[in-house]
């Protein structure tokens, strides 16, 4: 049965329950308008709760919705939106997470250092055990066409964001999203292996 944690009541649902994981929904924002977000046809749902927020969780919320952080295999910032578009409230909910022992995850599109025009991967030592970035494509052309980036180079900027991260968060993880049109799953994983990540194929309207 999913929970709605207290700290979600008067903004929506912050915390939600994936297999081992507890996730947490920071805000509705991103800097891609991917073709294949399900919130472009309307959808808020994923598996079962609604992740529509009427404003951003703050980080006393975000703290609360993440429950008992033990109980989980990992605390991932992840919803419909970017969660290092609010960075510090997310390193800031990090850091007193970890205390109660949490393994933190930020799932993100890796263009944190184009957003905040500076290489905030060093911010992450020590706080951030694991990133699951978006590469969702083998070139830029492909990945315009289906992410639609809001920053000009974003493919660029992304690829740049991993292999500097890779200096201060252990476990790094490409994805790209089988059954989108022209996307070769085989050469996004090759381009993770060259760099030295782990690489995740996930599958089209697949969550979690």
Known sequence: ???????????????????????????????????????????????????????????????????????YEQIVFCGFGEPTL???????????????????????????????????TPDLEGIVDALSVSLNAHNAEVYARHC????????EAMLDFVARAREFVPDITLTAIDGLPEVDIAACRDIAYRLGLRFRRRVLDGVG
């Open 148 to 155: 639609r980036p809001i920053h000009p180079h974003s493919y």
């Open 86 to 120: 609010r960075l510090y409230d997310v390193l800031e909910a990090s850091r007193q997470l970890r205390r109660h022992g949490a393994v933190i995850r930020i799932d993100t599109d890796g263009l944190a250092n184009l957003v905040h025009e500076r290489d905030i």
């Open 1 to 71: 049965m999913n929970e709605t944690p207290p700290g979600s009541i008067g903004c929506g649902i912050v915390g939600y329950t994936i297999g081992n994981n507890r996730y947490l929904n920071v805000t509705n924002r991103c800097t891609l308008r991917c073709r294949f977000r399900p919130t472009l046809n309307g959808c808020w749902t994923t598996h079962g709760d609604t992740l529509r927020l009427q404003r951003e969780p703050t980080v006393d919320e975000i703290v609360v919705a993440a429950g008992d952080a033990e109980r």
